[in-house]
C-alpha cells in the first residue's frame, strides 16, 4: 500500500479512464414497528428499550413478517419502474457479528421483491440520465455498537463495546443499481443526482424519513475504472459511510482519482471495502479480510414466501402518488416553465407551496415570482427551510391579490410580508396595524403631483414637449412625498393628466 | 390406589369431581420424582413451588364452582427443556444455556399454563434436541427405567423415561427426526408429532426450523389427545402456523377405543424391515398387523422408493439449519461466555464460548452443516437433499392415494445400551430410520406401544402416519390397537415395567 | 466423493466460530469423513429424476404478514438479565477486531 495518498488530478482521469459506478443504497422504512416482530420503530431512545425476544435472537423465539413493510417494498419497486416477483423468499445471510443478534441476518438473496427498473435523474444543467435498477429487496437492520476506550469511539483500538439492540430488525430496503457507464466526468454528479432523485422519491412515497443525517439512508459507491478504449470492467472498491448527498459526489471523485493514480503509477487496485472521511473527502481502506466471506445463504425456514397477487400489486400501484419527475413534467407543461424556471422552482422546494398559492387564486407568475426568489431570500436570511418560513401560502396569495386590486404597491406587499414572517397576524391585520395601504384618493395624490411639478417647472416643459419618460423624475418626487404608498402607475397618469 | 399410575383422563376426572386435589397429585408425582429420579435423571430442573402453585390455583378454581380450565387441569406434567419458560431454567441440555432465566413462555408452556396443567419441571435431553439416546445432553445421561443400563431413546428421552417411571402422567416432547417417537417406543409409551405446523414453534429452541415439531407424549392415546387438543392450534407467533381449525383428536380417540376399524385401510411401507431390523421387532411388528386386520382393517402393502433417501437428506437440512440456528450462542447476550479476560477480541471469546458451551455431537452437525451450505457443496449437497425431499413428498401423497394410514415399526431396535453408539455416529443415526419420512413430508406420524421384543424383553413401537392435518385418523387407528393389544395382553404394556 | 481433511474442518470450524483443539480435529475429521460420504448419496437418486423442485417446507403457505401494530417487548432489564456483562443499558462485548458488515 502506499504510504502517501496521491490522487490524479480530475481531468486527467478522464483522460485515460473510463469511470464505472455502482450504487447500493440502504433506505430504514417509517413503519410503526421492525420487519419481523412488533418492537416500535423509532430512531434514538434508551438503548434497549425497544426489544423483544425476537430481535434480540434470544433462543425459541420466531420472526414474523411485517405486511406493512412488504407493502412498502413493492410500492418502492413499482415506483423504480421494476417487475414485482410472483414469488419471492426470504434468506439467512450467515456470518458472525456481535451487532446482530441471530448472528444471520434475514435478507432477500436471489429472489428479490424487485428487480430489473429504472431511474430517471435530472442534472444540474437539465439532462436526464436513465439510471438502471438492479434490484430492490428487504431485510432487516443490525444493532449499534459504542465502542469504549482508544481513540474517539472509533472500533480500531477500543477496549471493549456496548451494544444497543433497538435498531436490530428494523426493516431496511436495499436498493443496486446495475453498473453505471459512460458517465465521464459526469460520473460524480451522476451519484449524488441519483441519491437525490431516490431520496424524493422516497419522501414522495412516504415510506421513509430518508434522513441521511440519522442514517436512515445510507449509500456504499462502487467505483471501478477502466482503460479507455477497453471494456472489460476494472477492478472496484466499495466505499461505505458516505452519509451526505455531498459527500457521495466527493467520495466518487476522490476514488476516482486515487484509484487513477494507482493504476497510471503501474499498481493494480485491491477490491476492498473502503471507508470515507467527511473532514477531508478521502477515502481509507478498512480491515482487510482473513478470507473471503461465505455467507452460506438458504431459504429462511421459519419464514413463509411472499407471493404478491397480481391485484394486490395492482392495488398498490393505484396507491402511487404522482412520482416526482413525473410531476415535475406535467408542471412545466401546466405552467408553461423554461427549464431553468422548472429546476429553480423543484430545487428551491418551492413546487408545492406554489401550487398551494396558486390554488388559493394566486395567478403562477406572481405566486413563483414570491416564493422562488424572495420568500427563498428570507428562508435563506433565517437559515431554515422554505416550508418552515412562518407564512402561509394562503396568505401570499392574499398579498399577490392585493397587489392586483392596487391596494398594495411590490415595496409595500413586502412590508406587509415581512410584518406577516414577524408574527404580526395575517397580511390584512399587518396593512392595518402599520398603515400600509397604498394612496388611492385622488385628491391627495393630485396635492403631492402639483406640488412636484410647482418645483421642477423645467421638467414639465419636457413633457409638454413630447418627452414623456421625463415624467420619471416628478413620479419619483411624488413617491417619496407619500413615502411609497402611492400607486406609482397612477401618480403618472396624473402627472400626464396635469401636463397636457 | 396408586395415584402416579393412573392415566391423566383418570386424574382429570377425579380432581374435577373434587375427589382428589391437584396439590396432593403435584405432590405424589414430586415424591416420585425426588424418590428414582436419582436413578434415571430424566428431570434437569424440578420445579415444586410453581407445580404446586399452579396447582392450587386449579383446586381453588374447582372448589369456587369454578368449571375447570381445560379437560386436563390440575394434571401434571414434564416439559422438554428445549421449550422456554419464564423465569424457570432452560437449558436445551446444553453447558451453554446453563443457568439462563428465559425472559418470556413459550407458546406450547403458556398454553400449558393457562389450561391449568402444573408443570413438575424440565425433562432432560440430548444437547439441543441432537441426538437418539439422551446420552448427549451436558447433564448427564437419563436411564431407561425399563433397564437403567440402556438409554430412554432420544433426544427426547428425560419425558419418555418420565412418564415410564410414572414421575409424570404427561409430557411434552419435540420431534426434529423422530425425537418424540423414538423414545416412546423405546421407553412403552405414546408419542405423537403432530402435523407440521400444528402446534406453534415459539419458545421451542430451534434445531431445525422446518423440521421441528412439538408434541404430546403420554401413557396412553387418549392421553396424548387430550393433551394434544390442549397445545396444538393456530399461533400469530409463528409464521409456519398452520391457520385451521385443530383435528378433533380426542374425539378421535374415543371413538377408536370403542369401535373396530372396518374400511379403514392400512399400508405397510415395504422399504422398513430387512436387513438391520431386529427379529424381535419384526415379529411384535407383524402381530400388530395382524391384529390391525383382525379390527377390521384392510392391510395392504406399499412401496416408498425414495424413503431410502431420508435418511441422508436429514442429514443434511438438518445439520444446514442447526448450524445458523445454533450461531446465536455466541457469549454476547446471554449464554456461557469464557476467555474474556480483557484482552481477547469478541470474535475469539465467542470461538472459546461455542468450544466450552457445546458438545461433541452438536460440534459434529454444526460443521457438517456448515459445509453443505458452503458455495460450491450446496447444491450437491442442501440442493439436492431439497430435491429428496419433494421425492418423499411424493412417495407419501401416491401412498396415501391408496391407503388412510401407513404402518411401520418405529424404531429398528429395541433400546440399545448407554455407551453402544456414541463413538459411531452413523449406527446413531440408524435409530431414526423410519421416523425421518414423516418430518420431512411434515406429516403426523406417531408411536403407539405394540408388546415387548421376543429376544430381548424390551419395549417395541408401532409407528402410524397420517397425511398433514388428518391427525385424528391415526389417533383413531393407534386408540383401536391399543385397546384390542391391551385386551388381548390382559392390560396396558407399561404395567409390566420392573420397579425401579 | 468428500474425503475431508483435517484442514478443510479446521477451516469449517474457522467459519462457524468453534474453537477446536487438534485432537478433536483428529476424531472430527474420519467422522466428518464418514458422514458426508454417507449423505453423498442424495446426490444419486436426483440425478436421475427429471423435474424435482426443491422441498425447502412441508407446508405451503405463503404471504404470512403481521399487522404493523407496537407490541409490548422486553424492559431494558429483563433484555440484559442474562448478558453475560452489561454497562449503561447496553451489551458489553469484549472488543471488535472485525469491520461492520
Known sequence: MTAIAETLDFDEVLEHFDPVLGLEVHVELNTNTKMFCGCANVFGGEPNTHVCPTCLGLPGALPVMNGKGVESAIRMGLALNCEIAPWCRFARKNYFYPDMPKNFQTSQYDEPIAFDGHLDVVLDDGEVVRVGIERAHMEEDTGKSLHVGGATGRIHGAEHSLLDYNRAGVPLIEIVTKPIEGMGHRAPEVARAYVTALRELMLALGVSDVRMDQGSMRCDANVSLMPKGTTEFGTRTETKNVNSLRSVERAVRYEMTRQAAVLRAGGSITQETRHFQEADGTTSPGRPKETSEDYRYFPEPDLVPIAPSREWVEELRGTLPELPWERRKRVQQEWGLTDEETRDLFNTGAADLVAMTVDAGAPVAEARSWWVQYLTQQANTRETELPELPITPAQVARVIALIGEGTLTHKLAREVVQGVLAGEGDPDQVIADRGLEVVSDDSALLAAVDEALATQPDVVEKIRGGKVQAAGAIVGAVMKATKGQADAKRVRELVLERCQ | MNVIKQTAAELAARIHSGELSSVDVTQAHLDRITKVDDQLNAFRHVDAEGALAAAAKVDADIAAGNPPASPLAGVPLGLKDVLTTKGVPTTCGSKTLEGWLPPYDATVTRKLREAGVPILGKTNMDEFAMGSSTENSAYGPTRNPWDTSRIPGGSGGGSSAALAAFEAPLAIGTDTGGSIRQPGAVTGTVGVKPTYGGVSRYGLVAFSSSLDQAGPCARTVLDAALLHEVIAGHDPMDSTSINSPVPNVVEAARQGASGDLTGVKVGVVTEFSGEGYQQGVLDSFQAAVEQLRALGAEVVEISCPNFAYALPAYYLIAPSECSSNLARFDAMRYGLRVGDDGDRSAEEVMSASREAGFGPEVKRRIMIGTYALSSGYYDAYYGSAQQVRTLITRDFAAAYSQVDVLVSPTTPTTAFRIGERVDDPMAMYLADLCTIPANLAGNAAMSVPSGLAADDGLPVGLQIMAPALADDRMYRVAAAYETARDAAAGGALINQIPEL | ?101
Open chain 3, 1 to 101: 466423493m468428500p474425503n475431508i481433511s483435517r484442514d478443510e474442518v479446521a477451516h469449517l470450524a474457522k467459519l462457524a466460530r468453534l474453537g477446536v483443539t487438534d485432537e478433536e480435529l483428529d476424531t472430527f475429521a474420519p467422522q466428518l469423513d464418514v458422514i458426508l460420504e454417507s449423505v453423498a448419496k442424495v446426490g444419486e437418486v436426483v440425478g436421475t429424476e427429471q423435474d424435482v423442485p426443491p422441498t425447502s417446507h412441508a407446508v405451503e403457505l405463503t404471504n404470512v404478514f403481521r399487522e404493523d401494530e407496537v407490541r409490548q417487548g422486553l424492559t431494558q432489564e429483563q433484555a440484559l438479565s442474562g448478558a453475560p456483562a452489561a454497562e449503561e443499558g447496553r451489551f458489553r462485548v469484549p472488543r471488535i477486531l472485525g469491520e461492520e458488515q
